[in-house]
């Protein structure tokens, strides 16, 4: 698995899996709270961005090209971010 982070939530309050992937991403979110969610490529160009995701997030990867992606979280309780290997 691809680890990098900067982060106010652990690992056990945020899951995102398969990584690597090729097809569907899917992200676990504690109960109760709101996210902001930003995917960037290497060079910071947005791919994808949701508005007010909660609790469970899932997203196809199939549109989009094989690489290096950031994954950003953002709630008014803190930041989570975490790269993203698609293959």
Do not use: M, W
Request: with cysteine; aromatic share 10%; net charge neutral.
């Amino acid at each position: 698995t691809c680890t990098s982070s900067i982060n106010n939530f652990s690992e056990t309050q945020i899951s995102i899996y398969p990584n690597p992937t090729s097809g569907k991403v899917n992200i676990d979110l504690p109960k109760g709270e709101y996210f902001h969610f930003t995917l960037t490529d290497i060079l910071g160009k947005v791919v994808l961005q949701e508005e007010n995701i909660a609790e469970k997030f899932i997203f196809d990867t199939k549109e989009i090209s094989k690489g290096t992606y950031l994954i950003r979280l953002e709630s008014v309780k803190g930041k989570y971010s975490r790269k993203l290997l698609i293959e």
